[in-house]
């Protein structure tokens, strides 16, 4: 099995040689068996995470806040902010900061959302949908009378483009691109090639999002960031929110960093890609999120046709969204992973409750798990998902089903 990593971003060259990565898995099995003769004295993961109800909503706040520092000083992470909804309503915007060379941390940093900007999209498709302007099992294509001029690069303006001849595009529907049934790669980096006939598996493609802005682009005649203006960000009060990097937002938006806390060098998104450019903070996505839980139209359209992910996991895709099956009840989830930034975003339907996740680091998802069964009560399989992995990791949980 070949080594696969998913990345929101297309990357302009191709991963370098991993020559000692199989070997690595072979010296960290030798201790594989003792490890879990270790696990096997250690308390089970439902009793580690059964905790005393807190029982005011400040005293929630003062323990979620120590929690989130602990860990960004754990992980080094230097900017790590949390947005929580209960009872749909955005209860509370916290921020922590775990690098010796940050004064503060603000809870109105600007990140970059990576692919949660895509959940944020879907909300406006089906805005478009409710409003009889886009139909979800139409051809995408059927909306571009003029086909489709794919871009090799979806974010670099200059990019070189192809116009897709394949056939198989006039089978690729609205619902296919939003649920990742298209077909399509995640990035083409090239010309654009199918990797499955439509609608036969889940595959999970950002190049199935950019042919859906597209097709959005065409019926509403707008620029993609006005549209977004004008459906999501400005009706739910998102005045830190853009698809582009603004320059109201310039000095709010706090640099990427490796996983060894390097400062990297930024890519400043000049064009708007729905499947992950979006710049926003912690503040303007729990309102988002407040939104969607309140809107029970859209979220029965969203885990109304799921197609399956990972039977094991008891994962599957809607409209827009991961769905976990957890305890009789459904989990809308997605992360996030563009170079230096790593985010996360999970809720319940039935209760309105969630929480979204944004930092400045690429070992920011390992604070996921402890901040998602501390806002939703675990345990939660999503967090043994090989995908909010990276590298190594990935590969041993997918593989092995070690899931550090």
Known sequence: MMFREVSAVPRLLPYGARAGLWFAIAMFCVGCTSMKERNAQSPAPQEATQKSPLQTASSQQTALHERLTLLASRHGICNADLAVVRNRELQSVD????CADYASATQESVFEAASLSKPVFAYAVLKLVQQGKLDLDAPVLSYL?????????????DSPVDQVSDPALSAVTVRMALNHTSGLPNWSNGPLVFDGKPGAQWQYSGEGYVLLQRAVEAVTGENFDEFMQRTVFGPLGMTRSAYTREAKLEKHIVPGRDGRG???????????VAAFTLYTS????????????????????????????????????????GLERNRGEVFLWHWGNNPGYRAFVMASPRTGDGFVMFTNSETGLA?????????????????RYHLLRDGLANLLCETLDVCL
């Open 95 to 98: 921020a922590a900061y775990g």
């Open 145 to 157: 009378p003029r086909g489709y001029a794919h871009r090799h690069f979806a974010h670099l303006a």
């Open 262 to 272: 390097g400062v990297l060098t930024p890519l400043p998104f000049r064009e708007p």
């Open 282 to 321: 912690a503040r303007d996505y729990g309102r988002f999120l407040a939104a969607l839980l309140k809107d029970e139209r859209s979220l029965q359209q969203i885990v109304a046709s799921p197609v399956p992910v990972s039977a094991k996991l008891d994962l599957s895709w809607g409209l827009g969204w």
């Open 367 to 383: 604070l996921a798990q402890p901040i998602g069964e501390e806002v939703l009560a675990g345990p939660h399989q999503v967090f």
